[in-house]
């Protein structure tokens, strides 16, 4: 399985349905994106994902952290 | 008040017509975001109760504060009370503040208690919310956390809602936005490298969540501004661990820790300015600990193109603080509408001291602390005009405004990054709109403005009278 948004194959099965084996969630390891096996193709398939929200897996390092990480306080002796 | 939490809300809710149960079956996706997005929509704006989703084992409410109706049941008024009058009984009620809370032992919420092999699905019915949101959103949450610095200040200690994204059965990503407090109590674990313990409380007295989503101040605690709010203290009871202080009637509390130091993937999400706000590099949480009562229902909320149910929960809540802070210097203002996307429109109703005073208004609401950084468009308009009522403040504009002198832009201030004009994002042009009638020393042109006839009050009862007398044929 590939994830449809980012495309890496780091995709792990989250979770099945706690009733009736309704359905399963999967996780991509790469990217966090979650879908439910019951979603629509344009959500599950990798060619129908909408470009806009696609992601490039090498960017994701670079993007901006929300809050920054401060400097670590020196402890005293 | 007639309700002690969310279950005894809900009863008043049906009572009032203001609640839907849907027994049908629906899917997660799509069914519970249409439906979320749908009720807003309704006349009246009713809560909806849906009893079965595929797959799940408990229940959804969805849209509990989403309409002036609900919002005038959780303050105890009747359902069909004007905005302008809510906003004037919620500036009485705030005036109680603090009223303190209780602690109680036996708290419904530890009715259950899971310490192994969690699932958070297997408690919620998580669900997409927005077609490209990045997973599964918990939306309106309730999060307490404590100062590391000074964990046994009661007032340090926040509660407030910010958005989580669930990232695997007991591992959810937080967004601590810098300006907000949890963000203070998170700098300072991560400075000594401690990971920050958390309780996310779901499904709480609806006073609860609108307590967590208004920007008091740091020093002040949110449970004390709800007991003033409800006439009577808020209930609480302590965590399994951390030593927090959560509220004893919540449906569910997830316990866990944000592990310092790190960032991974979050987002995107759609968010309450109607568009999607990108993915960022978060905090990340670990669940140890869920807690909840029997049978609980999970409460979350739809947001999107305005309005939606947020937007009825931050629309007083964003205007009150402004108010009272306006008031302070200004005492001749008499109401603050600031409920257009979360105060990024401003209406203020003031009567004018000397002339320019509309303007020396504007600008104080332009230097208040949430004002400064959110507040783009600020109308001000004349002391017996309603500002919660737009046809009037239209009648201001069109017939109160010479745009040669009483519309002023201020470049290159302060903006808020979520609303999607701010370019750079964070930075924007202000734009005041002095929408009053001119005082001396100003000049206009000389009008009189028209009074209503003679016998107006008995002619409004005679026609209302009627009217019922023939509705109940």
């Known amino acids: 399985m590939i994830c449809p948004r980012c495309d890496s194959k780091n995709v792990d099965l989250l979770t099945k349905a706690p009733v009736d084996d309704a359905w399963e969630v999967y996780i991509c390891e790469t990217c966090c ?39 670590l306080i020196k402890k005293k002796d | 008040m007639s309700y002690r939490d969310l279950r005894e809300f809900l009863e008043v809710l049906e009572k009032e017509n203001q609640l839907i149960r849907v027994k049908d079956e629906v899917m997660p996706e799509p069914d519970l975001s ?11 704006g009713p809560a909806v109760i849906v009893e079965k989703v595929k ?52 708290a419904p919420v530890k009715e259950v208690k899971i310490t192994t092999d969690i699932n958070l699905f297997d408690v919620l019915p998580l669900f997409r919310v927005n077609k490209y949101d990045g997973g599964f959103y918990i939306s309106k949450a309730l999060i307490v956390s404590k100062d590391p610095e000074d964990p046994d200040n009661f007032e340090k200690q926040n509660a407030g809602t910010y958005r989580i994204q669930v990232k695997g059965k007991d591992l959810v990503g937080i967004q601590p936005l810098p300006f907000h407090d949890i963000a203070v109590h998170l700098r300072k674990a991560e400075e000594r490298n401690e990971p920050l313990p958390i309780a ?12 967590s989503s208004t920007p008091i101040e740091y020093v002040q605690s949110e449970y004390d501004f709800a007991g003033a709010l409800k006439g009577e203290p808020i209930e609480l009871t302590k965590s399994e661990q951390g030593n927090l202080d ?23 999400f759609g968010e309450f300015p109607g568009s ?35 937007d009825y929960l931050m629309a007083l809540n964003t205007s009150l603080p402004l108010f009272r802070q306006l008031k302070r210097d200004f005492p001749e203002v008499v109401a603050v509408n600031a409920m257009y996307t979360h105060g990024i429109g401003v209406i203020i109703s003031t009567k004018s001291r000397f002339g320019g005073y509309g303007k020396s208004v504007a600008m104080r609401l ?46 290159n201030a302060p903006g808020m990054p979520l609303d999607p004009s701010s370019e750079p994002a964070g930075m924007h042009t202000k734009l005041i709109i002095d929408a009053t009638t001119p005082v ?4 206009a042109r000389d009008t009189e403005l028209l009074d209503v006839p003679d016998k107006v009050d008995y002619w409004m009862n005679y026609l209302r009278n009627t009217m019922r007398k023939e509705g109940d044929k």
């Open chain 2, 440 to 443: 001396a020393p100003d000049k």
């Open chain 2, 55 to 106: 797959g799940y084992k408990n229940s959804v409410a969805l849209n509990v504060h989403g309409s002036w109706q609900n919002h005038a049941l959780m303050l105890g008024l009747p359902k069909d009370t004007p905005v302008k009058d809510q906003f004037f009984e919620l500036d009485k009620k705030w005036s109680d503040y603090p009223i303190k809370p209780v602690w109680v032992e036996n």
């Open chain 2, 34 to 44: 249409a439906i979320g997005r749908s009720a807003p929509d309704m006349e009246n």
């Open chain 2, 276 to 310: 999607y706000s990108g993915a960022r590099l978060q905090p990340e949480v670990k669940i140890h600990t869920i807690t909840h009562r029997i049978n609980p229902i999970f409460e979350n909320l739809y947001l999107g193109m305005p309005w939606t149910e947020i």
């Open chain 2, 366 to 411: 332009l230097s208040t602390p949430h004002g400064m950084p959110y507040s783009k468009i600020v109308i001000v308009v004349d002391e017996f005009v309603d500002p919660f009522n737009l046809e009037q403040v239209m009648w201001a504009l069109t017939t109160r405004v010479r745009p040669d002198k009483d519309v002023v832009l201020i470049p």
């Open chain 2, 200 to 211: 996310i409380c779901l499904g709480n007295d609806p006073v609860l969540n609108f307590m």
């Open chain 1, 33 to 71: 994106f979650s879908w439910r096996s019951t979603e629509s193709d344009d959500i599950k398939d990798p060619e129908k994902y909408d470009k806009r929200f696609k992601i490039d897996s090498s960017k994701i390092s670079s993007l901006d952290k929300i809050p920054p990480i401060p400097e």
């Open chain 2, 246 to 268: 959560i509220p004893a009637r919540s449906e569910v509390i997830l316990e866990g820790y944000i592990m310092p130091r790190e960032r991974r993937i979050e987002g995107p």
